[in-house]
């Protein structure tokens, strides 16, 4: 059995969404393989459906082209993201998006088993829905959606929150957000929260019994 899992998470650190979708790939217990999306470069779909039609993958050649085969061939496939703008990311959109290389004529994707993992600040709900709607186009079984709601918003990395009055940690907390100290424990850790570190096992579980 082989797993495969993708991660929408920030570059240049390991966030929730990516420890989330590694813990869930890791703890199926199946051979597995993760990938961090954002460190590829690569576009949405472009059109040219007379490249997948009869192959039936993708065939836009860049970075991500490789892994639309390893989708067909994987027995199930995770697929993290977090909440940009109250919906999901346009990176995990356009990688989505590139299943319409699957969906000629039959779907070989149909009924495979999809975990989906969902992290924001704060609501998620219209992400979750945006992310299994579209995955819903590809007919595939979305057998569990597991989700973390951190509380951290980008205010924390970006360095500027004592002089911003547009963030969401403004939005928050008002003024006080500009006397605030970034401390490394207010970067809340789905490990640490119970119900985040159940769904994982849940979803992992699922997984282990395919
Ligand atoms: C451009 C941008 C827009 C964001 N919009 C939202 C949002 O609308 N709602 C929300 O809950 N979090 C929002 N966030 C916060 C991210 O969801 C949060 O930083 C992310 O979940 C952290 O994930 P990680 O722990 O996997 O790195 C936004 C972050 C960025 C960079």
């Known amino acids: 059995m082989k797993v495969i899992g993708f991660s929408a998470g920030s570059v240049g650190r390991e966030g929730n969404v990516d420890r989330m979708v590694k813990a869930i790939l890791e703890k199926s217990g199946h051979e597995m393989e993760f990938v961090k999306l954002t460190d590829l470069s690569f576009s949405g779909c472009k059109g040219c459906v007379q490249l997948c039609a ?5 065939k836009l050649d860049d970075e991500v082209q490789p892994y639309y085969d390893k989708i067909k061939e994987a027995d199930a ?7 940009y ?7 995990v959109w356009a990688f989505v998006e590139r299943f319409f290389g699957y969906r000629h004529v039959d779907i070989p ?4 088993p999809f975990v989906t993992v969902v992290g924001g600040a704060m609501a998620l709900d219209n992400a979750v829905k945006q992310m299994n709607d579209l995955l819903g186009s590809f007919n595939v079984n979305v057998i569990d ?3 973390f709601a951190s509380k951290v918003p980008p205010c924390f990395k970006c ?11 403004y939005k928050m907390l008002g003024d ?3 006397e605030m100290t970034i401390k490394k424990e207010m970067f809340t850790r789905w490990e640490d929260n119970s119900a985040a570190a159940a769904a994982v096992d849940g979803a992992a579980e699922k997984l282990r019994a395919i």
């Open 109 to 112: 994707i149909e009924n495979k």
């Open 85 to 91: 703008f109250g919906t999901v990311t346009s990176t």
């Open 54 to 58: 009869k192959p039936q993958v993708c």
């Open 176 to 178: 006080a957000a500009k």
């Open 145 to 147: 959606t597991v989700t």
């Open 159 to 169: 360095g500027r929150h004592k002089e911003c009055e547009i963030g969401g940690l």
């Open 77 to 83: 496939v995770v697929i993290g993201t977090p909440v």
